[in-house]
């Protein structure tokens, strides 16, 4: 062999020694990390976060509250007992109260609230002003006249009330975030309403 092939073969063959030695390495190396990672396990879960500020608001609570509803036959609104799982949270209290109220038609009694009325959100002031923001059905679905406004605002009122004796003064009514002067145009409900 000429000795321009031997070291021609020599370099090649010290490319190709280095370049499998390299490999050979990196493929070790991976092969270590990867059985690294298997020996890595969390020993247990984390805590779930809690989805409110105080646990006990979580729980809900089964409680016999009065919703006011319309009884045909004497045209005034009455108090009827129903079952209501409440939150502590004096907010969330009213407002599965008064979603309630706009949801419940026992037998032989009639709802005033007109149907498809949803309460959007409920804010109280620091004078113990209550703010009900109603959806639009509450005044674009309501049948109109000085009565049917009375007891529509009545249940309302009295339902509220009834369930916060203390810590409600004065109920104002808005519709899809706005005060409102009427329903329908008969009975005042520009400002606050105490019943």
Known sequence: MSLIRRVFLSRLFLIWGFTLVGIIIALA??????????????SKAPPK???????????????????????????????IKVEVQLNREPIDRLKSIVNTLTKATPTNYRNPIPRGT??????????????????????????????????????????????????????????????????TGHVNLSAPMRF
């Open 29 to 42: 190396v991976t092969l270590l990390l990867i059985a690294r990672s298997k020996q890595t396990e969390i």
């Open 118 to 183: 949803v309460l959007n959100e409920v804010f109280i002031d620091t004078q113990k002003t209550v703010y009900l923001d109603f959806s639009h059905h509450l005044t674009n679905g309501h049948i109109g006249g000085t009565t049917a406004e009375y007891i529509t605002i009545s249940a309302i009122l009295k339902t509220v009330f009834d369930n916060f004796p203390d810590e409600i003064r004065h109920i104002q009514l808005l519709v899809e975030g706005q005060e409102i002067e009427t329903l």
């Open 49 to 79: 976060l809690p989805t409110s500020k105080n646990q006990s608001d979580i729980r809900l609570q089964s409680e016999q509250i009065n919703i006011f509803l319309l009884d045909p036959e004497s045209l005034e609104v009455k108090p």
